[in-house]
């Protein structure tokens, strides 16, 4: 992972992705809570942990390497991206800092279209407004390891796999996903219900369950797309156009309790 600094980066430039491309092969995407709403409706929402904390995942296909909601075309072929694939190719460290997602290859700032890093010394203010909404998105995500914590240790995940796919090369299969056992779900001690739903958590919790059957479509999407595709994102005539969209993007997740 490439940190942003003003060292390698001032007289360097990026552009906007034309298209969904660079996601082919993104299988897993860390969420937001306050994104399973809308995620659940067409994708799998699994838990996963990472580095000894628990996080929920979109689930984008079969096998590891493979996204079915990329055409060949590059377009998204669902109503909702997930908020980490939407300001490629930005990303965050754990520490915070600004980064570009691996191989991404940079342009000379005088290339037609390219965009600056840094603008009088500071991080352009478009990267400003990017590196505050991943921080958003990050405190989203790091929001479910408590609640998740919790039904461990009330036993209430199980081992998680995709329903129905043979994987003729075992290295590419899923592991270490977790899902919410509805049975003993529906059986927590009262305390614990009361506790989820005061926090909020209760709503993101039944989104889970509700879009487990989603991995049942994966074949049929590999062969044949059957959700409507959405455009991919342009470079906007103006970068404050850009910031205005990305304010939205970050004023809606806010709004959800994260």
């Known amino acids: 992972m490439a940190v942003i600094s003003p060292t390698t980066h001032s007289y360097l430039g ?37 580095e000894d904390r628990w996080q929920a ?30 300001v490629y190719p930005f990303k965050l460290t754990g520490a915070g800092e600004l980064a570009l997602w691996e191989g991404y290859q940079l342009e000379p700032l005088a290339a ?62 899923l592991t270490g996903l977790y899902a919410i056992d ?8 009262e305390a614990l219900v009361l506790e989820l739903y005061r926090s909020g958590s209760l709503r993101w919790l039944h989104a889970h369950l509700d879009s487990l059957h989603h991995a049942e479509r994966f074949k049929a999407l590999a062969k044949a797309i059957v959700a409507p595709g959405i455009a991919a994102p342009r470079q906007p005539e103006k970068i404050e156009q850009a910031a205005d969209i990305l304010a939205a993007i970050a004023e809606d997740l806010g709004d959800a309790e994260l």
Do not use: C
Request: glycine share 8%; aromatic share 10%; net charge negative.
């Open 14 to 50: 990026w552009r906007p992705a034309a298209g969904f491309g660079f996601a082919g092969d993104v299988t897993l995407v860390p969420l937001a809570t306050a994104e399973f709403a809308r995620v659940a409706q067409m994708l799998p929402v699994v838990f996963r942990k990472a």
């Open 57 to 86: 995942v979109a689930v984008m296909g079969p096998i590891e390497g493979v996204n079915v909601f990329v055409s060949r075309e590059g377009k998204w072929r669902a109503s909702f991206v997930p908020a980490l694939l939407r």
């Open 112 to 173: 037609e279209g390219a965009q600056p890093f840094y603008k009088d010394g500071d991080l352009a203010p478009w990267l400003q407004q990017t590196q505050t909404f991943l921080k958003t998105v990050q405190t989203g995500i790091g929001a479910a390891h408590r609640v998740l914590e919790r039904l461990e240790t009330a036993e209430v995940l199980t081992p998680w796999e995709v329903p129905g796919i043979e994987t003729p090369h075992p290295e590419r299969a």
């Open 182 to 189: 509805a049975g003993l779900f529906e059986a927590l001690d």
